[in-house]
C-alpha cells in the first residue's frame, strides 16, 4: 500500500467548494420544516481534535477516510457516505472484502476520494455525522469549513499504531454501541495472546524491520507506523531507526540503494506485499543487500497485506495472516537450528 497524503490542489479545492455552494442552496430550499423537537437535542463529544457538538441520535454517518468504515460495520452500522475506494477495490488489494462487499451491496454512495471530496455527493448523503482522520481531513483543510455546514465532523488520529483501536472504541461509544465492540475486543485479545505465546521466543529473540524498496529508493516503516501495529501488538522488536529514518509525521525518510548497510541491525526484515518482481529481482543483484545479516541467512519474508488496520474484525484477519507469516519464519528457524 503506497504512503497516501492529504495534500489537494487548489483548483480541486476551489472546484468542490463552488459546487457544495451550489448543492447546500439547493438544500436549504428543498428541506422541509422539522419538529424542533425532534432536531434540536444534542450533546458534546470531546478527544484530542477538540469538542464536537453532536445531534443527540446518530443515523446517517459519512466516512472520508479508508478505515472508519470498517470500525461502523463491526457494530451494525452501514455508513451512507464510503470514499470511492470500497467501490474500485473489488479484488480486496486495499481494503477486506469482508467490509467493501457489504458497502457495494448497500446503498451507501461515493463521496470521492480522500484527495478529491465530492462536497455535493455528501450533501446529497444527509448525514447526521461526518467522521473524518487527520491525515485525511487535517484542522486546516479548507473543506471542513463546508463539510461542517452540512454536518459536524469527528476527527481521529489515524497515524498512530494504536489509532485503529481508539477509533473502534469511540465510535462504539458515539453510537451507543459499547455492547457490541466489547466482545470484539475481547476476542481480538484473547487470539492476540494465543499467537503472542506461540511465538515468544521468535519475537522476543529476533530484531525485526518492515522494509519498502521503491524502485531508486527505500524506507522502513516504524513500531509506530499505521502499517505495524498488530505486529507491536505481539510484542515483536523492531530495528532502531536512526533519526533521520523517519519525518515529524510518523513517515518513512527515503534513501538510495547505498545505504542499506542501515539494515544491518534487522535479524528478519519483512518486505512489503506486492513488491513487483523486478524491483526484487534488482535487489538480489545488490551486494550491499546480500551482504545484510538477515539476507545472508535467508530470513527476508513478504509481510501480509492490508497491514493499516482498521477495526477488530480488520485486526483478526491480520491476526491470522501474522500468524501464518510467522509461522514461515518459525520453520525456517528451526530448520536452522
Not at 428543498?30 to 424542533?36: I, L, Q, V
Not at 461542517?148 to 454501541?177: C, H, M, Q, Y
Request: net charge negative.
Amino acid at each position: 500500500m503506497s504512503v497516501m497524503s492529504s495534500a489537494r490542489t487548489p483548483g480541486r479545492v476551489a472546484l468542490s467548494l463552488a459546487a457544495a455552494a451550489t448543492a447546500l442552496a439547493l438544500t436549504a430550499c428543498a428541506a422541509p420544516a422539522s419538529n424542533s423537537e425532534d432536531t434540536d437535542a444534542t450533546r458534546v463529544y470531546e478527544n484530542e481534535f477538540g469538542t464536537v457538538e453532536l445531534p443527540e441520535t446518530v443515523e446517517r454517518i459519512v466516512s472520508v477516510d479508508f478505515y472508519t468504515p470498517a470500525a461502523l460495520l463491526d457494530v451494525g452500522v452501514t455508513p451512507v457516505g464510503v470514499v470511492n475506494s470500497y467501490f474500485t477495490d473489488t479484488e480486496g488489494l486495499a481494503i477486506p472484502l469482508s467490509y467493501s462487499e457489504p458497502i457495494r451491496e448497500s446503498d451507501a454512495q461515493s463521496i470521492g476520494e480522500y484527495y478529491e471530496l465530492n462536497l455535493e455527493a455528501i450533501v446529497q448523503a444527509k448525514p447526521d455525522l461526518v467522521v473524518a482522520t487527520q491525515d485525511f481531513l487535517p484542522l486546516d483543510d479548507p473543506m471542513r469549513e463546508e463539510i461542517e455546514k452540512i454536518a459536524p465532523i469527528v476527527t481521529f488520529n489515524a497515524r498512530d499504531g494504536e489509532a485503529w483501536r481508539t477509533r473502534s472504541v469511540e465510535l462504539a461509544k458515539i453510537l451507543g454501541k459499547e455492547d457490541l465492540v466489547q466482545p470484539l475486543e475481547q476476542k481480538y485479545n484473547e487470539r492476540r495472546d494465543e499467537i503472542k505465546a506461540k511465538y515468544q521466543d521468535l519475537l522476543s529473540d529476533n530484531i525485526i524491520t518492515l522494509f519498502a524498496p521503491m524502485e531508486t529508493e527505500w524506507g522502513t516503516y516504524s513500531d509506530k507506523h499505521f502499517m505495524t501495529p498488530i505486529l507491536r501488538d505481539l510484542g515483536a522488536n523492531f530495528r532502531e531507526q536512526q533519526d533521520d529514518e523517519v519525518n515529524p509525521d510518523g513517515f518513512p525518510e527515503w534513501f538510495s540503494y547505498e545505504e542499506l548497510n542501515r539494515l544491518s541491525n534487522a535479524d528478519i526484515v519483512f518486505t512489503l506485499m506486492n513488491t513487483p518482481d523486478e524491483q526484487l529481482a534488482t535487489l538480489e543483484k545488490n551486494t550491499l543487500w546480500n551482504n545484510l545479516p538477515a539476507v545472508k541467512n535467508g530470513m527476508v519474508f513478504e509481510y501480509i497485506n492490508l497491514g493499516p488496520t482498521g477495526s477488530f474484525g480488520w485486526a483478526m484477519q491480520n491476526l491470522d495472516d501474522l500468524d501464518e507469516r510467522l509461522g514461515e519464519v518459525q520453520a525456517k528457524l528451526d530448520a536452522q537450528s
